[in-house]
């Protein structure tokens, strides 16, 4: 290679979706999906159905059966870590992270507060461990919440001291999530739940975790701004690229250049689907403008409560306003909004993915 790939902004586009396994040609089952994407928000919403289940569920079908997914997590095959599911091997990748909590060199003033916080609450962090190694794996509710400073915060955790600590003895390696799902999630001794495998050094962890990432999203930045939870931007892996018409310093995995032809269909996203989650490159690679409008009030939302992205081959065309009324039996369509006008072959593939999205969840199609 003399230089960096030139590549179309389409060419990026089609990059991208494949490496999301949302091209024609759909993936084998659950476990080749996670370990290809790395990582599954593990956000509880359930407008149509939890963001994990319908990321899978986009990529494999109706076929997709949501208690595979909770089987895996039950059996700690998959790991919440910090509200994303990962494959349990790949907690290794993390452990030399949890060993120099909260981080190395100068700390921030946030990291030297939450580090003051939890030895101001010494006891307490004792007891919860003292209370898993006795009972575990035990719901949240069951823990006692013996803190002496309460966790105070202008947000949803203020006072919910248990919860914060639990938070922090993860980012400790001391306690892991052992299974259940949403409120009814367990907690125990990070050493009974994650696999014995060698932690590698944080170096060689940061490279793979990288490595990874540029292969579940195919094209990706250098570098972007910080965000919570899981990455955009890879460093220098993969092998440089230049998208025609934007700006920046971009990284492509070379297995997405084999030549291979796209093929693409129709998908509906979840709203927090990695394809997506950074707004930057989806306007950037895809022309596309998307928000999640559920914090809004109903009279300013331009798309709905949870709107799903459609996707229709390399393009994002739309997004559909649509509930899931169990107590009815329907999934109520509100509405489809066309960011660019419909063909009549386009649309029928997205209706049959809207078919398919209510045959999955055992509803009726509604529409308003």
């Known amino acids: 290679m003399t230089g960096p790939h030139q590549l179309s902004q389409a060419d990026a586009r089609r990059i991208a979706v494949r490496a999301q396994l949302l091209d024609a040609e759909r993936p084998a089952g659950l476990a080749s999906v996670l370990r290809h994407l790395t990582v599954l928000q593990h956000d509880p919403i359930s407008a149509v159905a939890p963001s994990a289940d319908l990321v899978l569920w986009s990529r494999l079908g109706s076929a997709y059966d949501v208690g595979e997914l909770r089987d895996a997590v039950d059996e700690q095959r998959v790991i919440d870590l910090h509200g994303l599911l990962r494959p349990a091997e790949d907690i290794a990748l993390f452990r030399d992270e949890m060993a120099h909590w909260p981080g190395t060199g100068e700390l921030r003033d946030w990291q030297v507060q939450r580090v003051a916080w939890v030895e101001a609450n010494q006891a307490c962090r004792l007891d919860l461990l003292e209370r898993l190694r006795a009972d575990g794996p035990l719901p949240i509710r069951e823990l006692p919440d013996t803190c002496e400073v309460p966790w105070g915060s202008s947000g949803w955790t203020n006072n919910k001291n248990v919860q914060r600590m639990l938070g922090f003895m993860v980012q400790r390696g001391e306690v892991a999530t052992a299974g259940g799902w949403g409120k009814d999630r367990l907690w125990d001794l990070a050493e009974r739940v994650y696999p014995d495998d060698p932690a590698p050094p944080a170096a060689e962890a940061n490279l793979q975790q990288r490595r990874r990432r540029l292969r579940s999203l195919g094209i990706a930045r250098v570098r972007v701004a910080e965000v919570p939870g899981e990455p955009y931007d890879v460093g220098d892996v993969g092998e440089p690229a230049v998208v025609e018409g934007v700006k920046g310093e971009w990284r492509v995995d070379p297995h997405y250049l084999d030549g291979t032809p796209f093929a693409g269909r129709a998908a509906l996203l979840s709203p927090f689907d ?95």
Do not use: N, Q
């Open 274 to 368: 990695r394809l997506v989650a950074d707004r930057k490159r989806l306007a950037e690679l895809f022309d596309y403008e998307y928000l999640l409008e559920m914090y809004k009030p109903a009279a300013k939302r331009r798309w709905g409560y949870y709107a799903l992205p459609v996707l229709y081959g390399d393009r994002l065309v739309g997004k559909l306003d649509a509930t899931a009324d169990r107590s009815a039996g329907v999934l109520r369509v509100t509405a489809l909004h066309e960011d660019e006008p419909l063909t009549s072959r386009m649309r029928a593939a997205v209706d049959a993915e809207i078919a398919d999205l209510a045959r999955w969840l055992g509803l009726e199609v509604e529409r308003d």
